[in-house]
């Protein structure tokens, strides 16, 4: 089927060809976006009374992802959410963002489209307006990085660095999906070399493949914290897995923390995937990155205040600098927990680090 | 001598350590900067009555530079003239940058630490705060992207597209020698490959390796045009090539354009490089990139301001757009001017191409 479809070559339009091609239709709607794509660079009103926060990513085909299962459409709805995603985590509220492209010449014009077509509904999704961005030829493999702009006001604007004793560690969503979604691609890439027409095997995770392939957002979560008046004490985006993202909070906030295994949120398929390819769980919810929940602190006070959102769980509690970082297991054994980079690991090398 | 330097593996450091060991010392200065390195997002203040311009460009090993004769120190301070260059060409002052890496394992931590080193000096030397960025393996080739920042009072902010009938086409330092500088390197490069014990013959030429190795940004013209009190009605920053460049003011502001070919600068090493290597300097001026410079556009009336700047040639007018775009030359042929990306070509290619 593939072979049917119409292949442009980049050269056919050209450099700057490329850029009005893949940016046409994008019109500027937040009421802080002066002036979108198409020139030196984007203007941007800064609301009265708020501040500016600004974050970049950059995404490396072969190791942030992988085109031979990863749909451009759902590659380009995840790097919004993934740039967007740092932006909800200061309690601001995205508005712009830029995308910059490294492309190889083995991908046709068609192949762009879809991730436009990706970044386009994420951005709609969103209400982002795409503002910037350039399209440069890459030797190797697509390099997608993004610059994602919000704005708080000054007294909103939540930090790493704020949690304190006894405040209680809450986080959205749950844990362990998209990794173990990623695990499931990888193990059916394997499948699928040593078989002849092969039907990839993913039925009955289907939730686990989405919060891999095209995460939402937790826009909702920043919406609601506003509705109910809270303030987060601290607060970051899960990207690299809840045991790293936590001990960034401890060490900007100069504090220790307790979180309970038993509490912490895991999807029914994350937990029959693992048990079905002999993982545990408990290592996806903490080692495994991308999933785009917010881990955040509150004052202790407002325990009652958090439940009622009916989003959040509160996995633990902030505790001295200098009692360290643990996990708490049922048993009431104290597990140290580590720092571990998601991206720079293969599936097979977390695997073999438990 | 490179084998006596200390190599130190990035994976020693691990991802979350090389972070902190790169950004060590990036204290911010600018008082725009509420929060630098070390949070999900930086924090901007946009000064009263002022909007923000933001930029990105993202420039890659094998395509934007050869490190086999690019000094990492050089590359540093030359992708942040660059970034700053399209925050300067809105006429705007640039204050924050963000720097995102994409490394391979083969390059060391003294190797970024060079490329960091560049990066520190042309922060401070344009005074600009690094507040972010992060750091990924890339499978392949150095990755290097960069957001810049910046503000203007928003009557200040000038776009491509305000060029009028008869306005001055103005441009700043001199054209093609980047372009020549590149030509030089590659020249040595092809060189070097065939001979034992070589050396480098680049005497006499040392201004054009400081054009391409470590240009500089044009801040000097932007307080300049402040102190004067003009505000040109259009431009942009060169880095793609006269000739580009120009149409892309040309389209946006729905012109043509008429230069003169006695008219555009070109330094004396440009043109005796060009010369010895068969080149046409012209070729260089209007096709070669990465000058840095600024070409932009003024009223007719205020020809005697720009001309007392001491720092700009005027090198034709704007025409109706029904005209179309133009080199005059001295014996007055009209040439049209095409579109000519620098950064997809090889030097051969633009040889060919004359």
Chains 1, 2 share one sequence.
Do not use: W
């Amino acid at each position: 089927m593939e072979q049917t479809k119409k292949r442009t070559e980049i050269a056919e339009l050209g450099q700057f060809g490329l850029i009005d091609h893949l940016t046409k239709g994008f019109e500027p709607k937040d009421k802080t976006t002066r002036l979108g794509v198409g020139d030196d660079a984007a203007v941007i009103a800064t609301p009265e009374n708020e501040e500016t926060v600004i974050s970049t990513d950059t995404f490396f085909e072969g190791v942030d992802f992988d085109l031979t299962y990863f749909p451009l459409k759902h590659l380009g709805y995840k790097v919004v959410t993934a740039a967007i995603s740092d932006i909800l985590a200061m309690n601001a509220t995205p508005s712009q963002i830029t995308v910059s492209l490294g492309v190889s010449a083995k991908l046709p014009v068609e192949a762009l489209d879809d991730l436009y077509e990706g970044i386009r509904f994420a951005c709609k999704e969103q209400e982002v307006d795409l503002v910037g961005g350039d399209t440069r030829a890459s030797l190797t493999g697509l390099v997608i990085s993004l610059t994602a702009v919000g704005h708080a006001p000054k007294e909103k604007i939540v930090r790493r660095s704020g949690a304190q004793l006894n405040d209680l560690i809450c986080i959205t969503g749950n844990l362990g999906a998209a990794y173990m979604g990623l695990q499931l691609l990888e193990r059916e890439k394997r499948v699928l070399r040593q078989v002849d027409n092969p039907e990839p095997q993913f039925k009955g995770y289907e939730y686990l493949l989405e919060k891999y392939l095209k995460p939402r957002s937790r826009t909702d979560i920043i919406s609601a914290l506003a509705e109910e008046k809270i303030v987060p004490t601290s607060m970051i985006d899960l990207s690299d897995g809840l045991g790293s993202d936590l001990l960034q909070i401890c060490k900007s906030s100069k504090c220790g923390a307790r979180i309970y295994l038993d509490r912490i949120p895991i999807a029914q398929q994350t937990s029959r995937l693992a048990e079905e390819m002999h993982n545990d769980p408990v290592v996806a919810a903490l080692n495994g990155g991308e999933d785009y929940e917010l881990l955040f602190t509150v004052p202790l006070s407002m325990q009652e205040q958090i439940m009622r959102l009916g989003l959040v769980d509160v996995i633990g509690h902030i505790t001295k600098e200098s009692t360290g970082c643990f996990l708490v297991t049922p048993d009431g054994n104290d597990i140290t927990i580590q720092a571990q980079g998601f991206v720079q690991q293969k599936p097979e090398e977390v695997a073999e680090s438990k």
